[in-house]
């Protein structure tokens, strides 16, 4: 096994775990390889070992692996989109998890084709660098955006804050999870709302625990390039 089969099998194994520990379905969860840091070579490894959900935060790094990889992957960006880069990527991703403005709202119903899957950003932790709405902001945000038809809100998405407090990340995500349940309570046809992007490299487990439908795992699961395990 290469190094980065054994990366893959240590997660997988404790991503089982706390499946099991918090009665959840480990099919309900799907894990996004963040592979922003590495090369298309190390994202085809990715590949080839069975997991076809790719995460890019920037439109260039997205380019650059889809030209170099034209078939097989998922494609969800995670990354702040600048509104003038809708347009060139917009009709390339599966998934947007980073839909956190009005302005960007705007700007992908201008020059979507078709419906795109979006996750609402959140700013769970409420610090003001961090880009992603209010919790008290998104119940609007996400009704008004009935008037997008070329907008879905499947979910909502957040990142944890660098901390050590384990249980302040866990009361995070919790909170997150409420408010999805109360926005997937509604039954809105353009916002199903049903997912939950959260949970990364250090705190995948507590976010599964907490009802994560999709984690984000970069480091943990692609390594760094300088470590040349190719
Ligand atoms: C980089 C990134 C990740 C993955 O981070 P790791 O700590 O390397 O697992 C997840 N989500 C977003 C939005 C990112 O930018």
């Not at 194994?13 to 090369?39: F, H, L, P, W, Y």
């Not at 907490?210 to 470590?227: F, K, P, Q």
Request: glycine share 6%; proline share 3%.
């Amino acid at each position: 096994m290469t190094p980065l089969q054994k990366r893959i099998e240590k997660i997988e194994e404790s991503i089982q775990q706390a499946c099991e520990c918090a009665g959840r379905k480990r099919g309900d969860i799907t894990v996004v390889a963040v592979t922003k840091q590495v090369s298309a070579e190390r994202t085809r490894e990715v590949l080839d070992s069975g997991i076809l959900h790719i995460g890019e935060n920037r439109a260039e790094g997205l380019l650059s692996k889809q030209k170099e990889i034209p078939q097989g992957p998922i494609w969800h960006f995670i990354g702040n989109v600048q509104s003038r880069k809708v347009k060139e990527i917009i009709q390339r991703v599966d998934y947007l998890h980073s839909l956190d403005r009005w302005s960007l709202a705007k700007e992908i119903q201008k020059r979507a084709e078709a419906p795109v899957d979006c996750f609402v950003q959140v700013n769970i932790s409420e610090e003001g660098s961090k880009s992603g709405l209010s919790l008290n902001e998104v119940e609007d945000f996400v009704e008004r955006l009935v008037e997008f038809d070329k907008i879905r809100v499947i979910g909502l998405m957040a990142m944890a804050p660098l901390t050590e407090d384990k249980e302040a990340i866990r009361s995070m995500f919790k909170r997150l999870r409420e408010l999805r349940d109360i926005l997937a309570e509604k039954k809105m046809k353009h916002a199903p709302v049903t997912k939950l992007s959260m949970g990364m490299s250090n705190d995948y487990i507590i976010a599964i625990e907490e009802g994560a439908t999709h984690v984000r795992i970069g480091t943990a699961l692609v390594g760094s390039e300088s470590e040349g395990d190719e």
